[in-house]
Structure formats: structure tokens, C-alpha cells
């Protein structure tokens, strides 16, 4: 049986472009793993808070010299690493904020990385000790990055999962979601795609979703309209191309 971890860091939750391209994902896993197991952990729900000195004295503290406060912070950790380190599988569900990633997603990864837990330093350098899993990142971005050095979140993303032992992954984009009614359904369109083609089988199931997707995608609508609001401010101001030049 495996296990999937689905991750979603939109602040918008389930409602989030990325966190519904995480959905249609893995609903195609079930199919193909219909014993497997699912995760879900929802940094929006559940926000983990910024690593201070603080948390980060709890994990070098010796673990019988901890105090009660310090050993709160290591179960907290060790609970999100646990569930890491039991997944075959893990589902990303990345917007970008301000040119970024979620702040509650870099928490996140401050609590998982532990230095002689999740990697560990050699004399060849750090090796990441959480390896044998498959990524697939799900990206959502009102403008259009991917493929350019603007692209300041797949790098690091990449980076970040390689040091931790994760190399082996997968990015499906979801851009010009700002730009225009038109090219958001693009690039949705282009992300469902590819989605579709990541488990090796075009979607037989395309027809059986479809009014749950579409149930799905009324009970977006509502965020999309402010989200929209905040993006079309956004793509002013970052020079994202015009429409135009999208299609
Ligand atoms: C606070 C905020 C900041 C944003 N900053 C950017 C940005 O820097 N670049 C961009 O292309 N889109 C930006 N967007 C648009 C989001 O990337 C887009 O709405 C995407 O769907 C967010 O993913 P989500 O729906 O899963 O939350 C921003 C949206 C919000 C709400």
C-alpha cells in the first residue's frame, strides 16, 4: 500500500488554484492505487509558525537537556518529518506570492530540515536522508515565470526537497492565471494536460469528474474574482506579457 502527502500552502486552502490542480492529481493516483493512502497536510489550516531562535535552540538541544517548552517544538517537528518520511508520494501544491512562496510553506520546510534527522552533514557534504520518493510540484502563478530566471520558486523548491534526499520530481505549471479570463483557462487548461499525462493515462475519467470538478471550480469562482482583483494590480505592476502575446 503506498502513501500519498499532499501539501497544500495556498492561503485560500482547497479553494486554491494549486491546491485543485493537487486534487485532480490525485484523483487519478487513486484510480491506480485504489488500497493507497492519503495525507493531507494544510499549511493554511494548520499554519507552523516561523522558525525563531527559539524553536530552532529546541533542535540542537541535547535530548535530555530539553525543557518542556523545547521538547513541545521537537514532537511538532517530528510529527510533520514522520508523515513526510512515510509517504512514497508527495503532492506540492505551490502559489506564488510577491514573487515567492508561501511564507507558511518556508516554515514548513525550517521544521522539516534537521540536521541528523532529515539530512546529514558528511565530508562530501550534506546528504539528504529522506530519499526513494517521488514529487510532484503543482504551481499556480497569476503571471507567466516558468522557464525564465524570474522563476525564483522552482529553483529553490528543487533545492530545498534535493537537500533533503528528494530528487525525483516532477513540475506542472498553472500560469497567466492574472493576465486574462482567457489565459487563465489556458493555463489551466495546459496544467490539466499535463496532469493528465503524469500517471501515463489520458483521463478515461475525464467524463466521471467532470460535475465534481465543476462543483469545484463554481465554489472557486468567488475567490478567483477578489484573488483577480489583487493579481490584475499585481500583473501592472511586474510587466507580465499582455494577452496578446499569450495566445
Ligand atoms: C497575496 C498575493 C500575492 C501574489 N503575488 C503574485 C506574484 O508575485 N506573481 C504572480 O505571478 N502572481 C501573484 N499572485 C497571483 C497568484 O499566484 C495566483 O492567484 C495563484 O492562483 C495563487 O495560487 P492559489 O490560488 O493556489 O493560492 C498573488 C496572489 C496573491 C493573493
Given amino acids: 500500500m503506498k502513501t500519498l502527502l499532499q501539501i497544500k500552502s495556498s492561503i485560500f486552502s482547497e479553494g486554491g488554484q494549486s491546491s485543485r490542480l493537487t486534487e485532480r492529481f490525485i484523483a487519478a493516483w487513486r484510480e491506480s492505487n485504489p ?41 511538532h517537528s517530528d510529527a510533520l ?29 525550517d521544521h522539516v530540515a534537521r540536521a541528523g534527522v532529515t539530512f546529514r552533514y558528511t565530508e562530501k557534504g550534506a546528504v539528504g536522508l529522506l530519499t526513494g520518493k517521488k514529487v510532484y510540484v503543482f504551481s499556480a502563478r497569476g503571471g507567466l515565470y516558468a522557464g525564465t530566471s524570474r522563476d525564483t520558486q522552482t529553483p529553490y523548491v528543487r533545492d530545498i526537497l534535493a537537500f533533503l534526499g528528494m530528487d525525483d520530481i516532477e513540475f506542472v505549471y498553472a500560469e497567466g492565471l492574472a493576465i486574462s479570463e482567457a489565459s487563465k483557462q489556458q493555463g489551466i487548461a495546459r496544467a490539466h494536460a499535463e ?27 468567488e475567490e478567483d474574482a477578489d484573488l483577480e482583483r489583487g493579481d490584475r494590480r499585481l500583473v501592472a505592476v511586474t510587466g507580465a506579457p499582455r494577452t496578446s502575446e499569450l495566445l
Avoid at 475525464?206 to 472557486?220: I, L, W, Y
Fill in 35 to 75: 488500497d493507497g493512502q492519503v495525507i493531507v497536510r494544510d499549511l493554511a489550516l494548520e499554519p507552523i509558525p516561523h522558525l525563531d531562535a527559539g524553536r530552532f535552540g529546541a533542535f540542537l538541544a541535547k535530548p535530555g537537556e530539553r525543557s518542556a517548552a523545547q521538547q513541545a517544538v521537537i514532537e
Fill in 195 to 221: 496532469i493528465d499525462q503524469l500517471l501515463g493515462s489520458p483521463l478515461g475519467r475525464e467524463s466521471q469528474d467532470q460535475s465534481t470538478q465543476a462543483q469545484r471550480d463554481k465554489q472557486g469562482d
Fill in 81 to 109: 518529518i514522520d508523515e513526510l518520511g512515510r509517504a512514497d508520494v508527495v503532492v506540492l501544491g505551490l502559489p506564488m506570492y510577491n514573487f515567492g512562496l508561501p511564507s507558511t510553506l518556508k516554515a514548513y520546510f
